[in-house]
């Protein structure tokens, strides 16, 4: 298995490669608006979001707007490894650091909130919901420690370019609620 998902990542990573060198900002405008267009949020929502690594599909433009319209907004810190996400507070201006691969995140100070949305990056995903990330089991983590505890929505941001036939699947994998991609939303999960 951990052969078929690493020969899947070289694949996906150079589709995605290409499909952000040939519609990067478009294809995140019409990501962030079939979002809006398609997901309500009550007025205490957080939402979990991430900074853009590589060639993910940017969700600033999202961020923005949900922020806009009062959601607490929050990013990824990966504190340990094998282990779920914490997630820190961020606006617009807040001050970012460096963190484990390289991706921005909101400083240590900054306080800690659980979200009951998560936006996710990935590398490919697949019709039946299921993503495939980097290979440290953050998301899956996150999302079974979130999901034992209350409702929690994971959508994933993508460009239709990363979406396979299928993802070799392990027990420990979370589906996904829904993907957005320039393409519009397709939903998995029954809310």
Known sequence: MDADK????????AR????????????????????????????????????????????????????ARGHRIVL??????????????????????????????PDIGAPELEPDTL???????DDA???????GGFYDRTLEKLRAAGPVRAIGLAYEAQRVAAIPRETTDQQLDAVVTEAGVTHFRKA
């Open 6 to 13: 690493a020969a899947l990542r070289k694949t996906t990573e």
């Open 16 to 67: 995605r490669q290409q499909a952000h060198a040939a519609l990067s900002e478009r294809a995140r405008d019409l990501v962030r608006d079939s979002f809006l267009e398609s997901f309500e949020f009550s007025p205490s929502s957080v939402v979990a979001a991430y900074w853009p690594f590589r060639s993910e599909i940017d969700p600033r433009p999202l961020m923005l707007a949900l922020h």
């Open 76 to 105: 990824p810190v990966a504190v340990r490894t094998a282990a779920p996400l914490d997630f820190r507070l961020w606006g617009p201006g807040a001050p970012l650091v460096k963190a484990g691969l390289g991706g921005l995140v």
């Open 119 to 125: 936006l996710v990056p990935m590398l490919a995903f």
């Open 129 to 135: 919901g299921y993503r495939l990330g980097y290979g």
